[in-house]
């Protein structure tokens, strides 16, 4: 798996002259004003979000909300280190902090408290001098503050996900070839998983893992090392109860968003299969997808999720999701075709079929709107939301405008 955010290269060997990689500290507390907001195309944007722009944030490229506003980078255009920033969701930046270059992954994710954290990584490359990193460290934030919560933790390679997954890409970040994988726990930093150990480490969310461990799929905290359930356990599903011969079960599809609280498994069973859907830190089954086609899973950082799919029981396209793990079934709705979820933005599920879009509601999946606009980049289920925009000199740029509340949020 490769995304842009993915960027830290690893060298198994050293080099002479290589520089030292310096502890991470807490950020530098910062309180700059927001930009003015430049022009936003109102044909661009969904109907249901303001055209009139608050504010122009700093970043170089798309950001992650937080609770209360954004994490993003921003590219010297001389040079030199990147520096992430947080933003409050006034558009004021609050802390920034240095990383290398080379190494520009990052992620969110929560405790076991609940808090939020923005997870950082930092290497030794020094690019100028044609030397990879053959050190890369991850290292956790307060994302209100800046303040450094834990770290550094040594880990292989670049952040792969999904949730706290580092690995070695080899030869080049196009690459679609990982090392071995190591999954850290949320609250301290420590590596919880090592596939240098044996496991094969699959998904990890705010604190629980999954992993395939002695011969079978299992559940952990990462933070009490205590196994939530077993895939063994689980009941085969319906879709497959008159089929007969020996049961697989493996890992479905990662999620397209950085981690995701539902998960999807592949059965199979007498030359038959089927997906079902799961809460990774549950394990119960909620909902069965069929085999021909591939489940498509979007996640946020408050257990919303949206899976597309096709019906077991019905044959036909369908939306599941819910707001959070507050609810115990997932809301059921037909998809359009080729319909997927493409990401959750201030707690609406944003979709797309490829010539077209659609906002629904992460309370129900009742439709909000449709239309051939771009999808917003980033929000907080409360506050201002990012939109991309084009300066007076072309450039892109992410700017805030406000979201209506609505009961369908």
Not at 62 to 79: H, S
Not at 97 to 115: I, K, L, Q, V, Y
Not at 154 to 171: C, D, I, N, R
């Amino acid at each position: 798996m490769c995304t842009a955010a993915a960027a830290c290269l690893l060298l198994v060997l050293t080099a002479c002259g290589r520089p030292e990689l310096a502890a991470p500290q807490d950020a530098q507390p910062l309180d700059e004003p927001p930009a003015p907001p430049v022009a936003v195309d109102s044909g661009r944007i969904p109907g249901l979000l303001s055209d009139r722009g608050l504010w122009t944030s700093p970043y170089s490229s798309e950001p992650k909300a937080t609770d209360d506003g954004f994490v993003g980078l921003v590219a010297d255009e001389e040079g030199g280190d990147l520096r992430f920033l947080g933003v409050d969701s006034r558009g004021h930046t609050r802390w920034s902090t240095a990383r290398n270059p080379s190494c520009t992954g990052f992620t969110t994710t929560r405790d076991n408290r609940g808090e939020e954290l923005v997870v950082l990584l930092d290497s030794d490359a020094a690019p100028e001098r044609g030397l990879l990193a053959a050190t890369v460290t991850a290292a956790a934030y307060d994302p209100s503050t800046g303040h450094k919560v834990w770290g550094p933790t040594e880990v292989p390679g670049t952040w792969v996900g999904p949730g706290l997954v580092f690995a070695q890409v080899s030869h080049t970040v196009m690459s679609e070839e990982t090392g071995p994988r190591v999954a850290l726990a949320a609250d301290t930093g420590a590596v919880a998983a090592d596939e240098q150990d044996g496991d094969a480490v699959l998904h990890e969310y705010q604190g629980t893992l999954l992993v395939h461990r002695d011969g079978g799929l299992r559940a952990i905290d990462t933070s009490s090392g205590e196994q939530l359930w077993r895939g063994s356990e689980l009941p085969v599903p319906t879709s497959l109860a008159e089929e007969t011969g020996e049961t697989t079960l493996t890992y479905g599809h990662r999620p397209a968003s950085d981690s995701a609280r539902l998960l999807t498994l592949r059965w199979e069973r007498g030359g038959a299969a089927v997906y079902t859907v799961h809460d990774i830190r549950e394990g119960r089954p909620l909902a069965e997808l069929s085999s021909r086609a591939e489940p498509v899973t979007v996640g946020d950082g408050s257990g919303g999720a949206v899976v597309a799919g096709v019906s077991a029981a019905t044959d036909a396209p369908v939306l599941l999701g819910r707001k959070g793990p507050s609810q115990d079934r997932l809301w059921s709705v037909e998809a359009r075709s080729g319909e997927r979820p493409v990401r959750i933005v201030a707690g609406l599920a944003y979709t797309t079929t490829g010539d077209g879009n659609r906002v629904l509601s992460m309370a129900d999946g009742r439709t909000l709107e449709e239309g051939a606009w771009e999808i917003p980049v980033a929000g907080p289920e409360h506050g201002p939301v990012l939109v991309e925009a084009v300066d007076r000199n072309g450039d892109g740029a992410y700017v805030a405008v406000d979201r209506p509340e609505t009961e369908h949020g």
